[in-house]
């Protein structure tokens, strides 16, 4: 069995003997696939050298929502330049999105997410969207730019929402954190598996509310939703690597 990790941050540990340790637990755990999802031009970079270093390691570039808002125009138009020139590299465009959690310029925001589902559009690669707090503009601007390879990351919006994804086709991804968090236990049961991915988001949100998530527990998803689906932890596996698959490559 290969599992996959769709939504991580190894690049938030500066140590490179920690990240080895990390990816080796990982692998040891049966976890062949990780996706490290840039949030700024520092963690781009780290994750593109990680992704040539590493085989196990899959590159998605991309900038946190209120990070962004941070850079100026010409700083901007540098990291986006950067993306863009590595476009061949990477397997997705994340983390990006929308957050209003603490900054209600949303007009920007949106001009940037707009930029990023262009370049996901132009370049055939999915988007790993992040939406706190903006879910159903999110999914407005998703919609409205007809996208079709989208993964939404710890998605916190309400069943409503949760039916447009699912019927435009688009992907849930599901934390560690299903373990005992009940309204991601309802999105696993409101979407069908073909629609599911698993991720740690490390190094947040660890399946037993410890601070310092890994790769390697991306397994208690997988086990969480063999649960509620009444299907093997192989069976789970398969349909999810399947779903990679089909989105990814």
């Keep these: 069995m290969v599992f996959i990790d769709v939504h991580c941050h190894l690049d938030f540990y500066k140590s490179e003997k920690r990240i080895l340790e990390r990816i080796e637990r990982a692998k040891k755990a049966g976890v062949g696939i990780i996706v490290n999802n840039g949030v700024n031009g520092n963690a781009n970079q780290k994750t ?28 901007l138009d540098s990291e986006l330049r950067l993306i863009r020139d590595n476009v061949h590299k990477i397997v997705a465009f994340g983390e990006v999105g929308l957050d209003l959690k603490e900054n209600p310029n949303l007009v920007a925001q949106k001009k940037i997410f707009q930029m990023f589902i262009n370049m996901a559009k132009m370049a055939n690669k999915p988007l790993i969207v992040h939406s706190r707090r903006a879910e159903a503009e999110a999914i407005r ?25 699912i019927d435009n086709g688009w992907y849930l991804s599901i934390p560690t954190s299903v373990r005992f968090n009940e ?20 190094p947040f949100l660890h399946p037993e509310r410890k601070r310092d ?6 397994i208690e998803a997988y086990k969480k939703i063999a649960e509620i689906k009444g299907i093997s932890l192989e069976e789970c596996e398969k349909k999810i690597e399947e779903n990679y698959k089909r989105v990814f490559e």
Excluded: W
């Design 183 to 202: 309204h991601f236990q309802n999105l696993v049961k409101a979407a069908p598996i073909s629609q599911l991915f698993c991720e740690t988001d490390s």
């Design 213 to 218: 998530n890994e790769p390697a527990n991306v």
């Design 141 to 165: 601007m998703l919609e409205e730019n007809e996208v079709k390879k989208v993964i939404m990351h710890c998605f916190s919006g309400n069943m409503n929402l949760v039916k447009r994804i």
């Design 48 to 75: 593109l050298e990680m992704a040539e270093k590493y085989p196990e390691i899959k590159a998605a570039l991309g900038f946190y929502p209120l990070d962004a808002l941070k850079l100026t125009e010409d700083e």
